[in-house]
Nanobody
Framework: QVQLVESGGGLVQPGGSLRLSCAASGSILSIRHMAWYRQAPGKQRELVALITRSGFTNYAESVKGRFTISTGNAMNTMYLQMNSLKYEDTAVYSC?????????WGQGTQVTVSS
């Protein structure tokens, strides 16, 4: 079992920056990859960025060059550095982790981009 807790969301103006954190606990050595997803009102949840234990990363086209995903040692913490934020980045951002047999989710953190 893996438990995930996000933090760092909030209100930011267009062009601003935020850093999201996801603290993982439990069987973190079993985690194969971690990811950030987001869901805006009235839209489907979408993958924002993913990072594997080996360090491979993948980003949604809409955030490439603006967002950076990273992890701490042993994948006990995951970060999402978000720069040049746009109105369309407004969403609930959720942390995700997967081991060989299960997928785990955090509770989500709201990011609102507004002037």
């Amino acid at each position: 079992q893996v438990q995930l807790v996000e933090s760092g969301g909030g209100l930011v103006q267009p062009g601003g920056s935020l850093r999201l954190s996801c603290a993982a606990s439990g069987s973190i050595l079993s985690i194969r990859h971690m990811a950030w997803y987001r869901q805006a009102p009235g839209k489907q949840r979408e993958l924002v960025a993913l990072i594997t234990r080996s360090g491979f990363t993948n980003y949604a086209e809409s955030v490439k060059g603006r967002f950076t995903i990273s992890t701490g040692n042993a994948m006990n913490t995951m970060y999402l550095q978000m720069n040049s934020l746009k109105y369309e980045d407004t969403a609930v951002y959720s942390c995700n982790a997967a081991d060989e047999g299960s997928v785990y989710w955090g509770q989500g953190t709201q990011v609102t981009v507004s002037s």
